[in-house]
């Protein structure tokens, strides 16, 4: 056995070099010394540090390790908007109550409106040791009006301030991404007009439509259950001081406040839900852009993209590739992960808030980012590439689609589907001996399977005529496609 000391004394410490991280040397393992990358560039702090505003029960600041390992302003920062818009509402709420005075109020939502005008401008310094986005702002608007902004926080916990902060963007997220959806959708029907006819590409684009309405279904109904307001639950047991929840409830235009106020700060079932509606979207992409890399493949060639929706080889000259829905296929994996993440994350939490939550939101963000891209990328696809008509009719009666209506042709002759199954496949096998197509065979040949076989089976044989048969409700037969387009055309408002 090698004694931890022995072990210890195999490699050394490199000397520490300024804004460099250290590798141990060790004989198997050496590493170059790379630049540390800051999370976010944030204004060197030329002052003290000044006090944390839960600072008062401390003696001593935390550690630079400590702050740089907690802060979270780095990715929450993207929520200023939707925590100054429940900051007003709360102000608001708090005068109407008379814990504020309406001059403070005043002040307070002057000052709001003043740091997210900076923000938008790009003039906002956001600083890691204020932590979060809530403590930036409120810090700021303290350094900014004085007084009125320390009584913002009345009744108010950042436990609830920041999961309201969440569902609101999480909200708007969501009508973002039904309208993505929707311009899919318009630009997958457009593809499918253009190819009128044409058996794959009509019926393919049009059952991609009902996957992606489905999608819609998913995020309306998440959002229905989101919509339930948690401000005002504080910490986690609520507050003694006469608040009205109902009317910042209201003025966030959210349903009603949440009725548990220990769930209200806990729950992240919203949360969980959308990225499980996102993950299924995004495989729902994943399989649409499988099926166009391999129909843009050299062995297919059911599809030209253009050159504005594709890109080279460094190395193979004649290389023209669907790159963008190759990322598409591969990107699904993110938002995946994503979902595996808060569900790892959520599954061991006593309930209330633990602080293992701000862990949340760079999921979240970043599942919107990649869903987003992705249901753009393949509406740009979708509008730009060009189906090869003579390619896909030669491909078409490989594989014997006709065999199907074979068996139906017999069962309307009476003979019970498991026969008929069975005379259908000595039809194929035999098709199969004389390299020919089941519309090649001659009426002699299907008789001497099965006399049951007239003149009228060559109706029911061929793509064309066996697609046209096709006729139950929902299906591929010429009415119900037409039926299916006119369906469409009126529920995504296209003339």
Request: aromatic share 8%; hydrophobic share 40%.
């Amino acid at each position: 056995m090698v004694s931890l000391g022995a072990l210890s004394s195999s490699f050394t410490l490199a000397p520490p070099l300024a804004g460099y991280s250290i590798h141990r040397t060790k004989p198997w393992c050496a590493f170059p010394l790379r630049r540390i990358k800051p999370r976010m560039e944030i204004q060197a702090q030329t002052k003290p540090k000044e006090a944390k505003l839960w600072g008062g029960r401390f003696e001593e600041g935390v550690t630079e390790t400590v702050e740089r390992f907690s802060e979270s302003v780095s990715f929450d920062k993207d929520l200023y908007k939707h925590d100054i818009m429940g900051s007003r509402a709360h102000a608001s709420m708090l005068a109407q109550q008379g814990l504020i005075s309406v001059s403070d109020r005043d002040s307070i939502i002057g000052g709001l409106d003043e740091i997210e005008r900076r923000i938008e401008n790009g003039e906002f310094n956001w600083r890691a040791d204020r932590e979060d986005v809530h403590m930036n702002i409120e810090a700021a608007l303290t350094d900014m009006i004085g007084e009125p902004a320390k009584k913002l926080h009345t009744a108010r916990s950042r436990n609830d301030q920041v999961v309201t902060d969440l569902r609101l963007w999480c909200r708007d997220a969501i009508d973002r991404i039904i309208a993505c959806m929707k311009h899919l959708q318009i630009s997958l029907l457009t593809l499918a007009l253009k190819n009128e006819g044409l058996i794959i590409p009509e019926n393919r684009m049009k059952s991609e439509l009902f996957l992606i309405e489905r999608d819609v279904g998913r995020l309306i109904d998440c959002r229905a259950r989101m919509n339930f307001c948690p401000l005002g639950a504080c910490a986690l047991a609520g507050t003694g001081l006469p608040i009205d929840r109902f009317m910042t409830s209201d003025a966030l235009g959210f349903t009603a406040p949440m009725r548990n106020s220990i769930d209200a700060v806990s729950d992240r079932d919203f949360v969980l839900e959308f990225l499980s509606a996102n993950a299924i979207t995004a495989v729902h992409l994943s399989q649409l852009g499988e099926e166009w890399v391999l129909w843009a493949a050299e062995e297919f060639g059911f599809i030209t993209p253009s050159d504005s929706v594709s890109t080279g080889s460094s190395i193979m000259p004649q290389k023209k590739n669907p790159d963008p829905m190759e990322l598409v296929r591969g990107k699904s994996a993110r938002v995946i992960g994503g979902l595996v993440t808060l569900l790892t994350l959520c599954k061991g939490l006593p309930h209330a808030y633990n602080r293992d939550l701000q862990e949340d939101k760079e999921p979240v963000f970043d599942s919107v980012k990649t869903i987003l891209g992705m249901l753009e990328v393949s509406a740009e696809f979708a509008l730009n590439i060009t189906f090869n008509r003579e390619r896909i009719q030669r491909a078409l009666p490989a594989g014997y689609l006709d065999a199907t209506t074979l068996a139906d042709y017999l069962v309307n002759k009476g003979v019970p589907f498991r026969t008929s199954h069975d005379i259908a496949g000595k039809a194929v096998a035999m098709c199969t001996l004389k390299n020919c197509q089941l519309l090649d065979l001659s009426l002699d040949e299907l008789r001497s399977i099965n006399p049951v076989f007239d003149k009228d089976v060559y109706e029911f044989l061929g793509v064309e005529n066996a697609i046209q048969k096709f006729s139950s409700y929902g299906s591929t037969g010429s009415a119900c496609v037409a039926d299916q387009i006119d369906y469409w055309m009126k529920k995504l408002e296209m003339k």
